[in-house]
């Protein structure tokens, strides 16, 4: 009788990516997030460990975290809108398991844990009518804020969202089209006055910060495999920087942002794939990165991580749709995360094309890994 090798879970997290230097990411800081996503990775993989535990479960808790920490573009930590307003965006997917498998939540104010709002919508599409969101797996703005309050999610006032360096970013941001003569609207030119009448501006952020640090395009993300094989992603954001009011990005838009699914190849063996992305989100929609990435995996037989380093990696396919705008506007920049699932062994796999990506890991030998920029220039963290 044959013993199955069992299935050794795996779980990797990311804090965002984009023109991050050592030069806008002093020593200091990057100890911050190196201590937050390593407390936050240790946190979640003692919930992996656990017996039976679900990818599901421990991916919304690793992103729950990330989203309460202000360090990140997601829940507390979100970025502003151009006229100085909030809008929240958060997924989930698993590779099997679930009718829907996959769902985006977007346009969220008051939700506090838009990546726990996510999960119940995925969980409830296993009742009749989804629990009020049918067959669907996109929602957005206030009908999905009440289905939250509905089903029990933590409602807040839009101000416990606010940060004091997202502002200062917002602001920054602006004044950066002012002073290169950008075209404005009125309402971009009073949206300082408006929300600081509504805000308390004393107690959140960091009254330290000088300016110089990149302007956040990026996301929060986690991709776990459980020991039962299933592979689930779970992605949460702000959006981009002053970002027009009712954008919607890569984050809730299946394929683009996320992704997650299995399959089996030309020896029947069983694979599976799920990716998180974070960067440039209207790149990642122009390309449906993340699911490209998979079905390059899937369909032309590669490993998961040279089909990420395809797409994400440097010269790769998000980096060639900026064409000549390349490092002028933002456009093309990014990274990708995620797991394969090769018959019973399990695979961490990243790439990205920009100054850095924050991501932490345990590796093969069960170690907890952090990094930042492509060149290991920080040291293991066990």
Not at 211 to 218: F, I, P, S, T, V
Not at 279 to 300: E, K, P, Q, W
Request: aromatic fraction near 6%; hydrophobic fraction near 35%.
């Amino acid at each position: 009788m044959t013993v199955r090798k069992p299935i050794q879970p795996r779980i990797i997290i990311h804090g965002g990516a984009g023109n991050i230097t050592e030069d806008n990411l002093p020593p200091e800081r990057h100890n911050e997030f190196r201590s937050a996503l390593l407390s936050i990775l240790a946190s979640a993989s003692s919930r992996l460990a656990e017996p039976a535990s679900h990818a599901l479960d421990v991916a919304v808790y690793a992103v729950s975290l990330l989203e309460d920490n202000p360090l990140f573009n997601a829940g507390k930590g979100a970025v502003f809108t151009r006229e100085g307003t909030l809008e929240l965006e958060a997924s989930v997917m698993v590779s099997r398991g679930l009718r829907k498998r996959g769902v985006g939540c977007m346009g969220l104010k008051r939700v506090k844990n838009p990546i726990q709002l996510a999960r119940e919508f995925l969980i409830r599409g296993e009742e009749d009518n989804g629990g009020g969101g049918q067959g669907h797996c996109q929602l957005t703005g206030p009908y999905l804020e009440r289905l939250a309050e509905a089903w029990g999610l933590d409602m807040v006032d839009e101000r416990y969202h606010w940060t004091r360096r997202r502002w200062e970013e917002h602001k920054r941001g602006l004044e950066k089209e002012r002073s290169g003569d950008t075209m404005l609207s009125e309402v971009d030119g009073k949206a300082y006055d408006k929300i600081m009448a509504g805000f308390n501006v004393s107690s959140d952020g960091d009254p330290s910060w000088d300016g110089h640090e990149y302007l956040a395009q990026g996301t929060v993300g986690a991709v776990v495999l459980d020991s039962s094989g299933t592979l689930c992603v779970a992605t949460s954001t702000g959006g981009l920087t002053n970002k027009l009011p009712g954008r919607i990005g890569d984050t809730p838009t299946l394929g683009a942002g996320f992704w997650a699914e299995e399959w089996s190849d030309e020896t029947d063996r069983r694979r599976a794939a799920a990716m998180s992305g974070t960067g440039n989100g209207d790149s990642f929609l122009r390309l449906n990165a993340v699911r490209t990435a998979s079905a390059i995996a899937h369909y032309s037989h590669q490993r998961l991580q040279a089909a990420v380093t395809q797409v994400a990696g440097p010269d790769g396919d998000l980096q060639k749709s900026a064409g000549d705008r390349w490092h002028k506007t933002g456009e093309g920049e990014g990274g990708i995360i995620g797991i394969e699932l090769n018959d019973r062994e399990g695979n961490v796999v990243f790439d990205f094309n920009c100054g850095g990506m924050f991501r932490a890991w345990v590796d093969d030998k069960g170690q907890r890994r952090f990094l930042v920029f492509r060149h290991p220039r920080e040291r293991r963290e066990s």
